[in-house]
């Protein structure tokens, strides 16, 4: 079971103050370790709407609740996506979802609601999952009343067992969780809306609240008016909303709309794997040119280690370091301590911290540390400059790095790939100055400029 450090209160969403970069308005902080059960249901029993974006892995779940919001979903349809690349058509099973949910809730700290699908089978089945999902660390599970295999409510072709069916699964998970011992908030879905009426979605929502729901939801609820005579059910149980993005069949509505309807929960299920998805044809399509993504496109390495909790790490590993002067194996690999001031700046390292550099005898004298007179050794002491301009005319890129660094410029120039930078290099390595050494467009237009100087 996940605990949370949280607080007494609870908002709409985050904001920010000059005393705590990250509070929430109406929250006044105690800090006291809480179970993530318990933190999700003061945020049940708060006033107002609570926003959950919808995660599929831990990093996306880390970044929800680095954003500030007081607990997430995961998505079935996501993580079919991300981790099968396959639709959310009933190809992912009960053991894949329960293992990827672990690895979310680990990640975080804030409480995660769990996609269960339709239990994975019929009542029996629905006991089991509710057992699996709170050995993951979930603080709640989503159960629906879809045939197997279930699919994406805003898809074609719903169908939903009996109401008497699905009232029992959700009785099996009552019974299941009394049980555990556990209190994992249970939210009741029904599909009947497109499977069958309205009328029916909405005598399913009373028939679940009746047998212990704490949270009800219809999904694919087609105009504002559906969602009010929704909210009118059982009024003493909340009620969450699905704001499907990108076309799907429910109106998406504002937070405050959603709030003076009567949501108390409303999920975002898609919009993290859409900008992914997005985001990476963009990356590709920029490689498959000949160019790495821009800089404003993506986080810095810093910024990407910082999210990771690189830094972090590295605080903690000084608590438990021993050496820093040690032989790493047989083949005369050392570890050279050294004090360079650019690359403290770059790292966030203070002066007094070292920097760990491995250098190989082969590597050393590849380049001519050996004392040889190939004129190709002394080039590390010269530096390439890379230009790209777009055909736009806006300049993409200009960096410099070591002119030996040959590897490394293919990997960042993809398009110099084919470019044989060495006997460039050779033929200019005794020029005194600098010299232009290649100016070409790429595929896409680009112009590239390499210079030595």
Request: glycine share 10%; charged share 25%.
């Amino acid at each position: 079971m996940n605990a949370s450090s949280w607080c007494s209160g609870w908002c709409l969403g985050p904001t920010t103050s000059a005393s705590h970069p990250r509070s929430f308005r109406g929250i006044s902080c105690s800090f006291q370790k809480e179970s993530s059960v318990k933190v999700l249901r003061r945020i049940l029993e708060s006033p107002g709407v609570h926003q959950g974006p919808a995660c599929f892995d831990g990093l996306s779940a880390k970044l929800v609740q680095d954003a500030g919001f007081s607990y997430c979903f995961t998505s079935g349809f996501s993580i079919s996506a991300a981790r099968l690349g396959l639709p959310d058509t009933g190809f992912i099973s009960y053991g894949e979802m329960v293992d990827q949910g672990q690895l979310i809730t680990q990640a975080v700290s804030i409480p995660v609601i769990g996609d269960a699908d339709n239990g994975y089978g019929n009542a029996m089945n629905v006991r089991r999952t509710l057992k699996g999902y709170i050995s993951a660390g979930f603080a709640g599970i989503i159960l629906e009343d879809q045939v197997s295999p279930k699919a994406c409510g805003h898809t074609r072709g719903r169908k939903v067992v009996s109401r008497e069916e699905a009232v029992m699964r959700i009785k099996a998970a009552v019974d299941a969780r009394r049980e555990s011992g556990s209190d994992i908030v249970i939210v009741a879905r029904t599909d009947s809306r497109q499977a069958l009426s309205m009328d029916e979605a909405l005598s399913r929502a009373r028939a679940f609240g009746d047998a212990g729901a704490d949270v009800l939801f219809i999904d694919a609820l087609t105009s504002k008016q559906e969602m009010m005579a929704f909210c009118q059910v059982s009024p003493l149980i909340p009620k969450m909303g699905n704001m499907l993005e990108g076309g799907g069949k429910t109106p998406i509505l504002t937070p405050l709309e959603l709030e003076e309807i009567g949501f108390k929960l409303v999920a975002y299920p898609l919009s993290l794997i859409g900008v992914s998805i997005r985001a990476m044809q963009d990356s590709l399509a920029a490689i498959r040119g000949g160019r790495i993504p821009p800089p404003g496109s993506m986080p810095s390495f810093e910024e990407i280690k910082d999210i990771l909790g690189f830094n972090t790490y590295y605080e903690d590993e000084k608590r438990y370091a021993t050496s820093t002067f040690t032989k790493r194996d047989s083949s005369s690999l050392y570890s050279i301590q050294r004090r360079d001031q650019s690359d403290t700046e770059q790292t966030s390292q203070s002066p007094e911290d070292p920097i760990v550099e491995v250098i190989t005898p082969e590597v050393y004298n590849k380049y001519g540390g050996d004392g040889s007179r190939d004129p190709f050794s002394g080039i590390w002491s010269r530096t390439l400059r890379v230009k790209i301009t777009g055909r736009d005319g806006f300049e993409k890129l200009d960096l410099r790095i070591p002119a030996g660094f040959l590897d490394g410029l293919t990997n960042i120039v993809p398009a110099l790939g084919g470019v044989n930078m060495k006997e460039l290099l050779d033929d200019a390595a005794e020029e005194i100055g600098g010299k232009k050494l290649l100016d070409f467009n790429d595929r896409m237009g680009d112009r590239i400029q390499v210079f030595l100087e």
